[in-house]
């Protein structure tokens, strides 16, 4: 082969790798110096060099003296018939080896400075534990931990995805995406709404339950541009765009607000508010709200308050009208416990993938529904096991001796005794009502 003919195949070669000409006759020089240490009474250590526009190569030749050092430099340029079968064949190795880690390196560099953005892929594959999601010329992994509860990818369906990291390994850069980081929403809202990507319109804030809701503030920059309605579009085009991508996920757009208070207000949207106050500290917002008003603002299973709590960063305890004028304290039922009991702290928690509702301790231990259920009948039916028991006892125990004395008295003495007894019967009847509670007969 010429040198003519040789540069041409270096130029044709690095465009088909994707690599540069500079990149190649990098490997190139290596690929030689390797293969010329395999001849035969080589020297010890060798430096090539090359010239880009003749393709000349040059052999520079090192002897090693006894403390390492490089002696002896020499001109040992072979010729093009003296490096033999075995130099050629490992200069086809090297050279194979080190274009594949060049490529590696490239696609490293390509994606190292690209996580937060959003990729466009193939579902490649499907397993337990992730899915492989082909993006071209490298493959992203999408874990399990990141997909979102009962939406299963198919193979051949195409998806977007958010990158989280991009690790550097021996086989080439790994790509984990996700596809239910809250940073995923803020770039499709990016691409469906010109206004975000122009820097007009801001998105603030973002709270996601992956499947399920998703709540996000928005600002606008420019006071002639309405953010929710940007985002929103004409007959709700834009966001329907979105909504289409998370497959049904909905969404809430809240205008943003300096004043917590009214952020606070608004991030309870659909539900109306009355009255919120914030505490001293800034983190914790009492909200009034209409009775009618009350389950809306909670939302199913609290998910509309835990929402608007991670999106305003403020802890959010709403009460209605009617708990204010009865006076439950702010917290709702957490605070209107039985003086001198003692209770666990924590929380319940809806189970992303069952749905079911899970007890989580301030220790760390969680407990499902069920369970809860079932340690709370053993208990009732140990209390109710102890409660026959002591009846049996009071069951088995003896009459008095005054009623057995008023069995044995005649009849004709019990007559005026009865009167008696009827009397004290309505006295002690007209003393119990007197004891129960005023709330008993509206209960009836």
Excluded at 160 to 187: D, W
Aim: charged fraction near 30%.
């Amino acid at each position: 082969m010429s040198n003519l003919d040789m540069s041409e195949a270096i130029r044709m070669l690095a465009q088909e790798k994707g690599l540069s000409e500079d990149a190649l006759l990098h490997v190139l020089v290596e690929a030689m110096a390797s293969a010329y240490k395999r001849r035969p009474g080589a020297a010890d250590e060798v430096v090539v060099e090359v010239n880009p526009e003749t393709m000349d190569f040059t052999f520079i030749a090192y002897d090693l003296d006894e403390d390492g050092n490089w002696t002896n430099e020499r001109d040992d340029t072979p010729k093009r018939d003296e490096l033999g079968r075995i130099a050629a064949t490992t200069f086809r190795q090297v050279m194979s080896q080190r274009i594949r880690e060049v490529e590696r390196d490239r696609k490293f560099e390509e994606y190292a400075n690209r996580e937060g953005d959003l990729v466009t892929g193939i579902i490649q594959r499907t397993e337990a534990r992730y899915a492989l999601l082909d993006l071209g010329r490298v493959e992203a992994l999408l874990p399990q931990a990141e997909q979102v509860p009962f939406e299963r990818p198919n193979a051949g369906d195409r998806s977007k995805a958010y990158i989280v990291e991009v690790r550097k390994t021996a086989k080439g850069p790994q790509i984990v995406v996700s596809r239910t980081h809250p940073g995923l929403i803020k770039r499709l809202f990016e691409l469906e709404v010109p206004e975000i990507a122009d820097g007009i319109v801001e998105i603030k804030a973002c709270a996601r339950e992956p499947g399920h809701r998703t709540k996000i503030a928005v600002w606008s920059n420019d006071n002639n541009v309405d953010p929710v309605g940007a985002c929103v579009g004409a007959r709700g085009a834009r966001v329907r765009m979105v909504v289409n991508e998370l497959r049904g996920e909905k969404i809430d757009i809240v205008p943003f607000s300096d004043d917590l208070a009214d952020f606070v207000a608004k991030a309870l949207s659909p539900a109306k508010v009355n009255q919120v106050i914030i505490s001293e500290d800034g983190t914790q917002a009492d909200v009034i709200v209409p009775d009618h008003q009350l389950s809306l603002a909670i939302g199913r299973e609290g998910q509309n308050a835990r929402l608007s709590a991670r999106l305003t960063g403020v802890r959010i305890d709403i009460r209605s009208e009617t708990q204010v004028a009865e006076g439950v304290p702010a917290g709702g039922y957490l605070d209107a416990r039985e003086p001198g009991v003692e209770y666990a702290e924590g929380e319940w928690i809806p189970n992303a993938e069952t749905g079911e509702m899970e007890w989580h301790a301030a220790d760390g231990t969680v407990i499902s529904q069920a369970e809860w259920a079932e340690s709370s009948g053993a208990e009732a039916e140990g209390d109710a096991v102890s409660e026959s028991a002591d009846e049996s006892v009071e069951d088995d125990a003896p009459e008095s001796s005054d009623e057995s004395a008023d069995d044995d008295a005649p009849e004709s003495a019990d007559e005026p005794a009865d009167d008696d007894a009827a009397a004290a019967e309505v006295d002690s009847e007209a003393e119990s009502d007197a004891d129960e509670p005023a709330g008993s007969g509206d209960e009836d």
